[in-house]
């Protein structure tokens, strides 16, 4: 579970984050949803530790993260999949696959072959570079890079940011899927409420920094108020 | 075969193949901390010398060349990473004029240290092969066992340097460090670490640069700048961020000036490198492998 208690963030005078208390049971997709500028990328930069908060507490099961230096905390089990995917363009698919597998106790030989299972495009183009990828493709290196070292929490941010309706269907059931497989704590921040709902089954909204809405997925999909008002959802 | 080695344009070529190849290495060495730290190393021959000094000096005292050698590289890794540590580390984030700065300051103090440390009588280092130029059919040919010795030893440098950024965990560890230092350690990479040993590295290049520069001559702390000041222009024409590119223009400017000295004057082979560089400059402002990249503001 990770568990999220009074957190603040601020940048110079402006409060990123106000008091955000929150938690993401294992082995279950949390959806992060909120408009532009809502504090959602900040949420997730902060629990990687690329972030310093001003107050507040992040546990990882028992583990404290507020101090932890990032590569620790990517070592210690937390993927993250970056805003734009942070695929390196420069790289070839096994290449930035390999980079995300040296950290982690597991091989490279072994990563290699389970994440080319999952995702048999990536094995297929294995040698091309990574810039010769479509948006959908370099959504699916991006999350195979984050799990090939088998962590046990997964930050996504936007997966289906700049993808097809089509696509990102698929995204979602992907993500949905190995989140049942590998049992993993995923926390996902979407823009697309529609799409992040439909495979969440917890939702927590935000709005300037603060929470103003959270409970089961299905409990915030029903409320009218925040679809209208909140996550651009007209009836 | 003979005739056309000793032909006076292959002559040439071959010098300045010989003096570009260790323009190409110090150009490698910046490259190196340029795409790691996004640092200009004003110091670099500095560094290489005052490694070289350590190691070389022993010579005098009797100890083997190749000892000395290895001392020198030794020495040129353990300065990379304490100019790392107590120079730079301070200054990242900080805005880039800053550690040009220190680095230049950096470097007046290392050609003011080692005469005042070693004293001022700079000995000849002797050269560990044969100077003596080959002879073919009664035609002398420029090149001696001692400078094959040189370009070989440049030559394995800049081979390994390439084995290791192209085929080893640690070297794609480092180069994902450079281009992404962010996601790199959402990935658990210690960048940190592979920033050090970016300069590490480099600093060990520049060493066994200034070794293969100073040995079969008076070992003075000024025998770097003239190269550097090439190497510099070099790895710009090459685009500062390419490896390939800075060793390109290095050979460019070596076989430049040589051809300058031979068929000009002397004086002004100095002018081999602005040559050079105004030519790229018209040519591919953007670096020779550099690929036209349009900047995201």
Not at chain 1, 28 to 56: F, Q
Not at chain 2, 186 to 191: F, I, K, S
Not at chain 2, 274 to 285: F, K, T, W
């Amino acid at each position: 579970m990770i568990h999220v208690e009074e957190l603040s963030v601020s940048y110079g005078a402006v409060k990123a984050l106000r008091n955000v208390t929150f938690s993401a049971p294992t082995g279950r997709i949390t959806a992060v949803l909120g408009s532009n500028g809502a504090g959602k990328t900040t949420l997730l930069r902060t629990i990687s530790g690329l972030v310093k908060p001003s107050s507040g507490t992040i546990h990882c099961d028992k583990t404290a993260l507020v101090g932890m230096a990032t590569e620790d905390i990517a070592r210690f089990g937390l993927g993250h999949v970056p805003e734009g995917r942070g695929v390196i363009a420069e790289f070839t698919i096994e290449e930035n696959l390999r980079l995300g597998v040296l950290a982690s106790q597991v091989s490279a030989a072994e990563g290699l072959e389970r994440q080319f299972e999952l995702f048999p495009v990536l094995g297929e183009r294995r040698k091309q570079y990574a810039s010769t990828l479509s948006g959908g493709e370099r959504q699916m290196l991006a999350m195979a890079r984050a799990l090939i070292g088998r962590p046990s929490f997964l930050l996504l941010d936007e997966p289906s940011l700049g993808l097809a309706p089509l696509v990102t269907a698929e995204m979602m059931r992907t993500i949905s899927s190995l989140c049942l497989s590998e049992n993993l704590t995923v926390i996902l921040v979407e823009q697309n409420a529609k799409s992040a709902l439909r495979i969440a089954h917890d939702a927590v909204v935000l709005h300037l920094g603060s929470v103003i809405a959270s409970g089961t997925a299905e409990s915030v999909a029903s409320d009218s108020d925040l679809r209208r008002y909140y996550l651009g959802l007209v009836q | 075969m003979g005739s056309f080695l000793s032909s006076r344009i292959i002559t040439v070529l071959l010098g300045g193949i010989s003096s570009g190849v260790v323009i190409a290495l110090v150009a490698l060495s910046l490259v190196i901390i340029w795409k790691s730290t996004h640092v200009l190393n004003f110091a670099q021959g500095a560094m290489g010398m005052l490694a070289a000094f350590v190691g070389m000096n022993l010579v005098f005292k009797g100890v083997n060349y190749w000892l000395c050698l290895v001392i020198s590289l030794a020495m040129g890794l353990v300065v990379g990473g304490i100019t790392e540590r107590v120079l730079i580390r301070p200054l990242y984030g900080k805005p880039e004029i800053n550690p040009i700065v220190v680095m230049v300051g950096f470097l007046g103090v290392i050609e003011a240290a080692i005469p005042s440390i070693w004293k001022s009588n700079f000995n000849a280092v002797p050269a560990p092969f044969s100077q003596i130029y080959y002879q073919s059919h009664g035609h002398t040919i420029l090149v001696s066992p001692f400078v094959i010795y040189q370009v070989a030893l440049a030559l394995g440098v800049m081979g390994a340097v390439a084995l290791l950024f192209q085929y080893t965990d640690l070297g794609l560890q480092m180069r994902a460090a450079a281009l992404a230092p962010e996601v790199s350690r959402l990935l658990g990479v210690r960048v940190n670490r592979l920033l050090t040993l970016g300069w590490i590295l480099s600093s060990g290049v520049g060493a066994l640069a200034a070794v293969i520069v100073s040995s079969g001559q008076s070992l003075a702390p000024t025998n770097m700048d003239g190269i550097f000041v090439s190497a510099f222009i070099a790895a710009a024409v090459g685009g500062l961020e390419s490896p390939l590119g800075a060793i390109t223009g290095g050979l460019l400017i070596g076989i430049t000036e040589s051809f300058i000295l031979n068929y000009w004057s002397t004086n002004m082979a100095p002018l081999a490198g602005v040559i050079v560089l105004v030519i790229s400059l018209a040519i591919r402002p953007q670096g020779i492998f550099t690929r036209n990249v349009t900047r995201r503001v």
